[in-house]
């Protein structure tokens, strides 16, 4: 604990540097989070410290707050967080767990806020800022220039480099100022030479007080300028270096030599490193200054520079004069949102946001005006969601009935199931059958990992529709998933006297005749199926609900096809990759959210492991040994997107390898994507059936495969995974009441990958898992596929922004609140139609 929750941080009544104010605010910050830190790690027991509970300790320590204020910085929300703590003693786990979350969120943004106050400290060169010369010295050629004027118009630019600029996409000026940088190389920190840092980029002001320069003893043609120069606080050592024919002239190197006569005040920005020989700067830029009042002529030193992602043929430097020279015409961006807004959610307008994305002034700016693009991309993302959401809510659809009795189909399915449900499947069930009993259509997404039992949920809600009167389509991403639910659901339904069938794209032509037949008079009464349900020929009678498993392999028009095939039926969509709160607004904020984070009694939790590539007889004594007791093996290949034929190379090498060499006495089978369907199904049938003993899988990611007897999961290379993909693998074992493994397989040294890994080694829980993985690997990879119309955000960040995306939602609300057509609101209307048009999924979406 922190000196038993009792240690007082400062004790000093002299009045304290800024300096010291700054080390003491960050020893008050660095205090608390290690004390909420022991709370996690001892799982939220309110941990009894020498004197006082752990929540006590938070509660008294926030309220005093840090002895050295923060000029502005808004102090209440840790107080409102202190009042909570008072509650921490009878909050839940998973409310305790929040509110540390929030408190270190608190915390963050506290210590970013002081580091942008020190950032912000009065800077003593004179720049001349590039806003005044590209708004009030344009030539008049220019005045003929708009936002969609062509890059060619531009004076300057010739017909070649108009040809490499529309490689990157770049045609009319507007695609210009909608190119933002990916990165800036930040200048604007003016140093004392003493306050630098190695890995800083800095700009220090000092005098040179020697200068040499000497042809390189290995390199006739470079020639090396070292400067030594120093300020009140230090010295430090400047490299430039000479390349090419003239640095072999002396005369051109003594002539480089004189600029920087002793005595003379220089202006230097670059990066600080550090060597035996102490800190220097390479290669960084120099200016003298003549005068102290005089202006810098360098439009780079002291500043921040934009750093943007080119192509072949144009220089950093020739891009960012291109983008000076037309960063005047950000005068004619319209604002789509009206004054009173911006100054309610203190956010800069849209011309001054598109100026400072490409010309900061300084780091404020910078970041008010990163936080504008960014809530205008979340903006329109949450609008385009809720109109489409209360769009959808305005169709008619089948009005379902409830039977809340044992003599109901639901109530006959879940009386024949050998186990009770979990609260959590309870819970999940009511909010369901509230959606279905009204006349607009439910959109609902259930959530929960694998094991946790959604299966069930979806069988009882396609039964409720059937004892409607209606039809349901039972829907996932492959056959072998597909066939799963089919056996599964033959297993419960035929006792309820129900019609169910299976369709997919290898059913036979006969077969698939009649399948059709009876789905037109209504006797099939739940389809279970692949994509092949969406083909034309597929016509229900009457269908009422459509269930799509891991939805996210779904394009969004695939899904809107089936729902087209009649009255507008209740959707409900299910995953067992959990989503990240940020993610699930992104993708599915139409619809309404269920969540399943309760796993049924009996499952003994799976113990984890990294294992190196010398620690492999380990792995394989621990499999021999499971087979052994009866158990069976799961070892997974990662699957190779770009060469099919790498992958099933290596899965035949591991099968042969494990078949003939290692494990020549067990029965090993082998299951990739380029097999037959039948093969598929046969392969998965020998395992269910305990005819073999190892499965070697590429595509087990995909698969339902519910085998309890499975004890082992050896995933080979997996630092090739995401973690939500790794975790959704490792449910597949660990689902009997046997004691069972993962163990992860990587050969890859590198630290930041193996920091990764070890998440998965300590946590069991899915969706704080998908919180780290989208900020290792991006939306798109957490997926585990290239979702079909996941957003293409310029500067958003799901991982970084989730606090503007929760604005923007809210925001979006209130704005449909009052104009539900966007009548008033054309600018947003457009720009919706267009990122529509882009994304190509029209309008109806669920």
Not at 19 to 48: C, K, M
Not at 278 to 288: A, F, Y
Not at 391 to 410: G, R, T, Y
Request: proline share 4%; charged share 25%.
């Amino acid at each position: 604990m922190v000196e038993g929750y009792n240690k007082n941080i400062t004790s000093s009544d002299s009045k304290p540097t800024p300096d010291r104010q700054s080390s003491e605010l960050t020893t008050w910050i660095r205090s608390l989070q290690q004390a909420l830190t022991v709370e996690v790690d001892h799982g939220f027991i309110n941990i009894q410290g020498r004197t006082n509970k752990f929540s006590n300790f938070v509660t008294g320590y926030l309220l005093s707050g840090p002895s050295t204020a923060v000029n502005e910085f808004d102090f209440s929300r840790l107080q409102e967080l202190a009042l909570d703590y008072e509650k921490y003693q009878t909050m839940s786990t998973d409310d305790r767990r929040k509110i540390i979350v929030q408190t270190r969120q608190a915390l963050h943004t506290l210590f970013k806020y002081k580091e942008g106050e020190e950032r912000a400290e009065p800077n003593k060169l004179k720049i001349r800022r590039s806003q005044e010369s590209t708004l009030h010295k344009r030539s008049s050629s220019a005045y003929s220039l708009s936002l969609q004027s062509t890059i060619s118009s531009v004076k300057g630019v010739g017909s070649k480099q108009a040809e490499r600029l529309s490689t990157l996409g770049l045609i009319l000026i507007r695609d210009l100022i909608n190119y933002f940088p990916r990165d800036y190389v930040d200048y604007s920190s003016l140093k004392t030479i003493d306050k630098t840092q190695a890995g800083q980029n800095v700009t220090i002001v000092a005098k040179v007080r020697r200068c040499s320069s000497f042809k390189s003893p290995k390199n006739p043609n470079l020639a090396i300028l070292e400067l030594f120069i120093k300020d009140k606080t230090g010295g430090m050592k400047i490299t430039r270096f000479f390349a090419g024919r003239r640095s072999s002239s002396i005369a051109y190197v003594k002539s480089q030599q004189s600029l920087y006569p002793v005595g003379a005040t220089v202006a230097v920005s670059g990066l600080v490193k550090e060597s035996k020989y102490g800190k220097s700067l390479n290669d960084p830029l120099i200016e003298i200054i003549d005068s102290p009042n005089d202006y810098l002529k360098s439009r780079t030193i002291g500043q921040i520079l934009p750093v943007y992602s080119l192509t072949e043929g144009i220089t950093a430097d020739k891009f960012r004069d291109l983008i000076q020279s037309i960063l005047y015409l950000t005068s004619n961006i319209k604002d789509p949102l009206p004054k009173e807004t911006l100054n309610r959610l203190d956010l800069p307008n849209r011309k001054e946001a598109f100026f400072h994305i490409h010309n900061p002034e300084n780091s404020m700016t910078l970041a008010k005006a990163k936080r504008r693009i960014v809530f205008d991309e979340f903006l329109l993302l949450q609008l385009s969601l809720l109109l489409r959401r209360d769009l959808h809510k305005k169709s008619d659809s089948p009005q379902l009935s409830i039977e809340p009795n044992i003599n109901s189909l639901v109530g006959k399915f879940l009386s024949i199931l050998p186990f009770s449900l979990t609260n959590a499947q309870r819970r999940v069930l009511k909010e369901i059958e509230s959606d279905i009993v009204k006349a607009e259509p439910m959109s609902r997404l259930l959530q929960g990992d694998v094991g946790s039992g959604k299966t069930v949920i979806a069988i009882s809600a396609l039964l409720t529709a059937v004892q409607s009167g209606w039809q349901g389509a039972f829907m996932a991403p492959t056959e072998v998933l597909a066939s799963q639910h089919f056996q599964t659901l033959s297993k419960w339904i035929p006792q309820l006297e129900i019609n169910v069938d299976l369709l997919t794209g290898s059913t036979p032509k006969s077969r698939r005749k009649q399948i059709l037949t009876d789905l037109v008079n209504g006797s099939t009464k739940i389809l279970v199926g692949t994509h092949a349900l969406f083909e034309d020929p597929v016509v229900f009678e009457r269908l009422g609900l459509v269930v799509v498993d891991e939805q996210h392999r779904f394009g969004v028009k695939q899904r809107n096809k089936l729902l087209n095939k009649g009255l507008q039926p209740h959707l409900l969509t299910m995953t067992a990759t959990p989503i990240p709160r940020t993610l699930a607004l992104t993708l599915h904020g139409d619809l309404d959210v269920s969540q399943l984070d309760e796993l049924p009694p009996g499952r003994t939790p799976i113990n984890t492991q990294l294992i190196s590539p010398n620690e492999k007889k380990y792995a394989y004594d621990l499999i021999r040994s499971e087979i052994k007791k009866g158990h069976q093996i799961y070892v997974v290949l990662p699957l190779i997107e770009e060469s099919e034929k790498l992958e099933l190379s290596s899965a035949v090498d591991v099968h042969y390898q494990l078949s003939t060499e290692i494990f020549s006495e067990f029965n090993v089978e082998l299951l990739h994507g380029k097999m037959k369907s039948v093969e598929k199904q046969e392969v998965i049938q020998n395992f269910i059936n305990k005819k073999s003993d190892i499965l070697v899988s590429t595509t087990v990611i995909e698969v339902g495969v519910d085998v309890p007897n499975a004890s082992v999961m050896l995933i080979e290379d997996s630092d090739r995974f995401g973690l939500a993909q790794l975790h959704q693998l490792r449910g597949r074992v660990g689902r009997g009441a046997s004691k069972s493994y993962c163990l992860l397989s990587h050969q890859n040294k590198n630290k930041l990958s193996r920091q990764r890994l070890d998440v998965l080694v300590n946590s069991n829980d899915g969706f704080e898992i998908s919180e780290i993985d989208l900020r290792f690997r991006g939306p798109g990879q957490v997926l585990g596929t290239k979702q079909s119309g996941l957003p293409d955000f310029a500067l958003a960040s799901l991982a970084d922004d989730a606090d503007v995306l929760e604005i923007a939602r809210k925001e979006a609300r209130i704005i449909l609140d009052s104009d539900p057509l966007l009548s008033n609101n054309s600018m947003l209307r457009l720009s919706i139609k267009e990122q529509w048009d882009r994304l190509k999924i029209g309008n109806k979406l669920n």
